[in-house]
């Protein structure tokens, strides 16, 4: 029992190292604001909108870069802090939320900018050429925040899923001591939490995002759950051919689990995200121009 466990602590580091760097991918500009002349009310009133919108995705640049720094900080060594891990998720996930919402609120305004823009068209025909550029600028800005949203979106379920393997990193570690100190009562208690926290994260490894072999990993996290838990049954119980049995079992999830291409995963992360990224980039540099 005591090389699974410190087999599957290996695996636990590989694991975490990957899914924590590699969420953060995103990679946002700082934009400056677009100038106006003060004569032109309708247009600067809608480049003043724009600036607003800029302003705000130039804040939540700054929040997701900070703890884009605060994630690549944690220590993915023997010293690595799963709590602080899950508390600075629960940040991640909040800030997606409020990324979200304020998103929202920036289409809505950006919309009204350009509705009030075509009023009293014939009082405006003279300024055509300002006006269909404050049209250009809106559009692409607006075409970033639909990437935006989608990116702020998926982070919130992305989120989600990790926290709640971060319950599950947690579970094994208790899982780890109890058993190395043959508290076997322990261990038992610790592996029905276990198996809660490991089926809600199987139920959120499907998110937007996430690799479809975030999903398989988690079912074979079932598994091994499930060896475990009759393991411990079996070594309550006294059976020895039980333990035997299963405990072959569990070296046999371990290595299974080992097989899995974690630089893969990481590598389909940045995949899905990065073209969201892009197209956000290019369309408020448009709009910025």
């Known amino acids: 029992m005591t090389d699974t466990r410190r087999r599957g602590s290996g695996l636990r580091l590989v694991i975490i190292a990957i899914i924590l760097v590699a969420l953060i991918v995103i990679a946002i500009i700082g934009y400056a604001v677009v100038g106006y002349a003060a004569g032109e009310s309708r247009v600067s009133n809608a480049n003043k909108t724009l600036n607003a919108v800029i302003s705000d995705q130039n804040k939540l640049t700054t929040t997701f870069r900070e703890i884009d720094t605060r994630f690549k900080g944690l220590s993915t060594g023997s010293n690595f802090d799963a709590q602080q891990a899950k508390s600075l998720l629960g940040q991640f996930i909040a800030d997606a939320q409020d990324s979200t919402k304020t998103v929202v609120q920036d289409q809505g305004s950006l919309a009204a900018a350009s509705t009030r823009l075509d ?154 995200y990065q073209p969201y990224i892009d197209t956000f980039n290019s369309e408020m540099s448009a709009a910025t121009a």
Not at 204 to 211: Q, R, V
């Open 119 to 272: 009023e009293q068209q014939w009082l405006t025909a003279i300024d055509k050429g300002h006006l269909d550029k404050a049209h250009a600028r809106i559009n692409h800005a607006l075409k970033a925040l639909a990437n935006a949203k989608i990116v702020s979106e998926d982070y919130v379920q992305d989120g989600q899923f990790l926290q709640a393997f971060m319950d599950v990193i947690l579970d094994l570690d208790k899982l780890g001591a109890t058993a190395s100190a043959s508290d076997l009562a322990g261990a038992k208690a610790v592996i029905a939490t276990l198996k809660t926290h490991v089926d809600t994260a199987t139920q959120l490894s499907t998110a937007a995002g996430l690799p479809t072999q975030m999903h398989a990993l988690m079912v074979d996290f079932q598994t091994l759950t499930a060896d475990f838990g009759k393991l411990i049954d079996a070594a309550i119980a006294g059976d020895e051919a039980g333990v035997t049995t299963y405990s072959d079992r569990l070296h046999a999830d371990v290595t299974k689990l080992g097989t899995y291409n974690f630089d893969q995963m990481g590598t389909d992360v940045t995949a899905y």
